[in-house]
């Protein structure tokens, strides 16, 4: 299977965390070489020379240039996609070239220059790391190549072609040397490719890792946006279930019996006064009933009072209206759980009890709440009425359809037991 490219919004964006790793290791390769040129400086135990060597001179400045380089964002603004590269070639180029001032001061060449050589390999791996780090596996190569033709460029131009053959004619150290300080640069070049080649690699996978992360971001904000719409429309579909059992069922009983009225009104007045009368007591209930249910989409219960109180409170406004007994077993506190689930166990609990209210003929309600492990039940049980559910059309059922809707929002089962004549019990489970 071919391998699918990952794609990169901002192709030449510096990789985030980049730059300041790039300034933190310069300063540290400043300050090492700053304490190099102490030990070296004096005329104590350790000094060596009385001022410093090209060499360390040139790393010095070479180390304080980059560092201020790199600690300057508005030079960063003002070149834009250069501003990279020309820092790595500065911490590319200064050290090979400082490599390069000690055969100039040399009679002989010996074994402190392949140590020499040595050094300067934890120097050139900042940039080959910072390389790997932004670009592909082609600009490691070519750090690599370059390094070494650079070597060999600066060998060709600082040491002249006599001083090589006297090198090479020489006896004894000079030989074996020089050929450890060019085994030096080939086993460099070798590690360089290895270890560009791991940070390419581990790079690749995280930015292959963040690009999956993003596009799964952006499907869950997708999916946030269309579990928002849903919401709605669920939230419009309770509404409309709210006014079809309150203002829809008061105005169909109010237009019969006004109706009704018309047709009696010259032929037994009596009854036509008797049903307005009673056309009035439903406009009257209707609306208290309509402004209720407007008043349980507009208040905001668990906001003020929390879910306990909010559940005690449609107990206690069960009692009050219908005159039923109302027993409530319900935890004083429940900690811990999410807003959404609050907010159905309360909308769940108050159509179970509209449902005992406008159906059920019953004369005790029992209201239940309690945690058990990782789930939370709850239970609305009355002694009312009942009915078939293997024979009623629950499915269609405008308030048990919404309850259920509600339910599998938050992850819940929603349980209806009944039977005639032996009350309904409706369990919510959430866990």
Same mark, same amino acid.
């Given at each position: 299977?071919?391998?699918?490219?990952?794609?990169?919004?901002?192709?030449?964006?510096?990789?985030?965390?980049?730059?300041?790793?790039?300034?933190?290791?310069?300063?540290?390769?400043?300050?090492?070489?700053?304490?190099?040129?102490?030990?070296?400086?004096?005329?104590?135990?350790?000094?060596?020379?009385?001022?410093?060597?090209?060499?360390?001179?040139?790393?010095?400045?070479?180390?304080?240039?980059?560092?201020?380089?790199?600690?300057?964002?508005? !030079?960063?603004?003002?070149? %834009?996609?250069?501003? @990279?590269?020309? =820092? &790595?070639?500065?911490?590319? /180029? #200064? +050290?090979?070239?400082?490599?390069?001032?000690?055969?100039?001061?040399?009679?002989?060449?010996?074994?402190?220059?392949?140590?020499?050589?040595?050094?300067?390999?934890?120097?050139?791996?900042?940039?080959?790391?910072?390389?790997?780090?932004?670009?592909?596996?082609?600009?490691? !190569?070519?750090?690599?190549? %370059?390094?070494?033709? @650079?070597?060999? =460029? &600066?060998?060709?131009?600082? /040491? #002249? +072609?006599?001083?090589?053959?006297?090198?090479?004619?020489?006896?004894?150290?000079?030989?074996?040397?020089?050929?450890?300080?060019?085994?030096?640069?080939?086993?460099?070049?070798?590690?360089?490719?290895?270890?560009?080649?791991?940070?390419?690699?581990?790079?690749?996978?995280?930015?292959?890792?963040?690009?999956?992360?993003?596009?799964?971001?952006?499907? &869950?904000?997708?999916?946030?946006?269309?579990?928002?719409?849903?919401?709605?429309?669920?939230?419009?579909?309770?509404?409309?279930?709210?006014?079809?059992?309150?203002?829809?069922?008061?105005?169909?009983?109010?237009?019969?019996?006004?109706?009704?009225?018309?047709?009696?009104?010259?032929?037994?007045?009596?009854?036509?006064?008797?049903?307005?009368?009673?056309?009035?007591?439903?406009?009257?209930?209707?609306?208290?009933?309509?402004?209720?249910?407007?008043?349980?989409?507009?208040?905001?219960?668990?906001?003020?009072?929390?879910?306990?109180?909010?559940?005690?409170?449609?107990?206690?406004?069960?009692?009050?209206?219908?005159?039923?007994?109302?027993?409530?077993?319900?935890?004083?506190?429940?900690?811990?759980?999410?807003?959404?689930?609050?907010?159905?166990?309360?909308?769940?609990?108050?159509?179970?009890?509209?449902?005992?209210?406008?159906?059920?003929?019953?004369?005790?309600?029992?209201?239940?709440?309690?945690?058990?492990?990782?789930?939370?039940?709850?239970?609305?049980?009355?002694?009312?009425?009942?009915?078939?559910?293997?024979?009623?059309?629950?499915?269609?059922?405008?308030?048990?359809?919404?309850?259920?809707?509600?339910?599998?929002?938050?992850?819940?089962?929603?349980?209806?037991?009944?039977?005639?004549?032996?009350?309904?019990?409706?369990?919510?489970?959430?866990?």
């Amino acid at each position: 299977m071919k391998e699918k490219k990952v794609p990169r919004t901002e192709p030449l964006a510096i990789e985030p965390g980049l730059l300041a790793t790039f300034r933190l290791l310069t300063a540290i390769r400043l300050g090492l070489t700053a304490l190099a040129s102490l030990e070296n400086l004096g005329e104590g135990p350790l000094g060596r020379y009385h001022t410093l060597s090209p060499r360390m001179l040139l790393s010095l400045v070479d180390g304080i240039v980059l560092w201020l380089y790199l600690s300057w964002p508005a !030079l960063q603004r003002r070149m %834009g996609r250069f501003y @990279l590269p020309v =820092a &790595l070639g500065l911490a590319t /180029v #200064s +050290p090979v070239i400082a490599q390069y001032t000690i055969p100039l001061h040399m009679v002989a060449i010996n074994y402190r220059s392949i140590i020499r050589a040595w050094q300067l390999l934890p120097v050139l791996l900042i940039p080959l790391v910072m390389i790997a780090w932004q670009y592909n596996f082609r600009y490691v !190569l070519g750090f690599c190549i %370059g390094t070494l033709l @650079l070597d060999i =460029a &600066l060998v060709r131009i600082i /040491v #002249s +072609p006599d001083r090589i053959a006297a090198l090479l004619t020489l006896e004894g150290v000079q030989i074996p040397v020089l050929v450890g300080v060019v085994g030096v640069i080939v086993n460099r070049t070798a590690i360089f490719v290895a270890v560009g080649f791991m940070v390419n690699r581990l790079m690749k996978t995280q930015r292959t890792q963040r690009t999956a992360l993003l596009e799964a971001n952006l499907r &869950l904000t997708h999916y946030a946006g269309a579990l928002e719409q849903l919401t709605i429309s669920r939230e419009r579909n309770r509404l409309a279930r709210e006014m079809h059992d309150t203002l829809a069922h008061t105005l169909s009983a109010l237009a019969v019996q006004l109706g009704a009225v018309d047709a009696l009104w010259d032929a037994d007045p009596v009854e036509a006064h008797a049903l307005l009368a009673q056309s009035l007591t439903v406009t009257r209930t209707g609306l208290t009933e309509t402004r209720r249910a407007l008043h349980d989409l507009r208040a905001s219960p668990l906001d003020d009072l929390g879910l306990t109180l909010a559940l005690r409170g449609l107990a206690e406004s069960l009692t009050a209206r219908n005159g039923l007994a109302v027993d409530v077993d319900i935890p004083p506190t429940l900690d811990d759980l999410p807003p959404a689930v609050e907010q159905c166990l309360y909308r769940v609990a108050q159509e179970a009890l509209e449902n005992v209210t406008r159906h059920a003929a019953a004369q005790h309600v029992v209201i239940r709440l309690e945690r058990a492990a990782e789930r939370v039940v709850l239970t609305v049980q009355d002694d009312g009425q009942g009915f078939d559910p293997a024979t009623a059309d629950t499915a269609n059922h405008l308030g048990l359809r919404g309850m259920r809707e509600r339910a599998e929002m938050v992850g819940g089962i929603l349980a209806v037991e009944s039977h005639p004549g032996q009350g309904t019990t409706v369990r919510l489970s959430i866990g």
